[in-house]
T-cell receptor, first 114, second 115 residues
Framework: GENVEQHPSTLSVQEGDSAVIKCTYS??????FPWYKQELGKRPQLIID?????GEKKDQRIAVTLNKTAKHFSLHITETQPEDSAVYFC?????????????FGSGTKLNVKP | NAGVTQTPKFQVLKTGQSMTLQCAQD?????MSWYRQDPGMGLRLIHY???????DQGEVPNGYNVSRSTTEDFPLRLLSAAPSQTSVYFC??????????????FGQGTRLTVV
C-alpha cells in the first residue's frame, strides 16, 4: 500500500521567514496531494492541493510543488505570520477501486515566533 | 450548510464499556470515513464507506464496527472499549467523482479517553 512520510515533525521559524515541509510517497498510482492545516483543538482543513499533472501551484503566501519522478511534494509558506502556527498534514490520494483513499503523513507542528 | 457534524465532542469511558460516535453530513457525499489521530502518527483510517449499505475496513479496524444505512449518517461503534482506543476520532466525507472534487471534509473531532 501507499506510505507517506513527512518531515520535519516540528519546525520553528521567526515571523516573516519562510517555512518548508516535505513529504514523500511510495505509490506511483497516487494522483492527488492535499495539504491540511489543523489548529489546536480544531478539525483539519484543506489549505492547498495539487494534482499529479501539475508541478506547482500557488495561493497567496502558500505554494505546493510536486516531483512525480522522485515521488515527493512540498509545502512552502512565505512571510510567515503567528496565525500560521498549527499542525500541517500532507496526504496522498490513491484511487482504490471505487474509493478515493487518503494516506496521511504524520504531521508537522509549525511554530511561528513573533 | 453544517458540513460534517460529529457528536459527542468529548467522552470518557471505562474499559469494557460500549459507545457509538455519531457522524452526519449534509453535502450528499457518497464517501465517508473514520480516522483516529494519535500523537506523531497522523491520521489513520479505521473504516470507510462508499455509499449506503457498503462499508470496508481501513488500516486499523480492530475493535470498531460501522454501518451505513443512509447517505447522511456513518456511526462508529466501540463494542468493548480498551485504553488503546484513547484517541481523537475524526469523521470525514468526500465526493466520489474524484479530482477536482476530492477534498475530504472533516468533522470537529471526538476526544475519547478510556480509563
Amino acid at each position: 500500500g501507499e506510505n507517506v512520510e513527512q518531515h520535519p515533525s516540528t519546525l520553528s521559524v521567526q515571523e516573516g521567514d519562510s517555512a518548508v515541509i516535505k513529504c514523500t510517497y511510495s505509490d506511483s498510482a497516487s494522483n492527488y496531494f492535499p495539504w491540511y492545516k489543523q489548529e489546536l483543538g480544531k478539525r483539519p482543513q484543506l489549505i492547498i492541493d495539487i494534482r499529479s499533472n501539475v508541478g506547482e501551484k500557488k495561493d497567496q503566501r502558500i505554494a505546493v510543488t510536486l516531483n512525480k519522478t522522485a515521488k515527493h511534494f512540498s509545502l512552502h509558506i512565505t512571510e510567515t505570520q503567528p496565525e500560521d502556527s498549527a499542525v500541517y498534514f500532507c496526504a496522498a490520494n490513491r484511487p482504490l477501486y471505487n474509493f478515493n483513499k487518503f494516506y496521511f503523513g504524520s504531521g508537522t507542528k509549525l511554530n511561528v515566533k513573533p | 450548510n453544517a458540513g460534517v457534524t460529529q457528536t459527542p465532542k468529548f467522552q470518557v469511558l471505562k474499559t469494557g464499556q460500549s459507545m457509538t460516535l455519531q457522524c452526519a453530513q449534509d453535502m450528499n457525499h457518497e464517501y465517508m470515513s473514520w480516522y483516529r489521530q494519535d500523537p506523531g502518527m497522523g491520521l489513520r483510517l479505521i473504516h470507510y464507506s462508499v455509499g449506503a449499505g457498503i462499508t470496508d475496513q481501513g488500516e486499523v479496524p480492530n475493535g470498531y464496527n460501522v454501518s451505513r444505512s443512509t447517505t447522511e449518517d456513518f456511526p462508529l461503534r466501540l463494542l468493548s472499549a480498551a485504553p488503546s482506543q484513547t484517541s481523537v476520532y475524526f469523521c470525514a466525507s468526500s465526493d466520489r467523482t474524484g479530482p477536482p472534487n476530492t477534498e475530504a471534509f472533516f468533522g470537529q473531532g471526538t476526544r475519547l479517553t478510556v480509563v
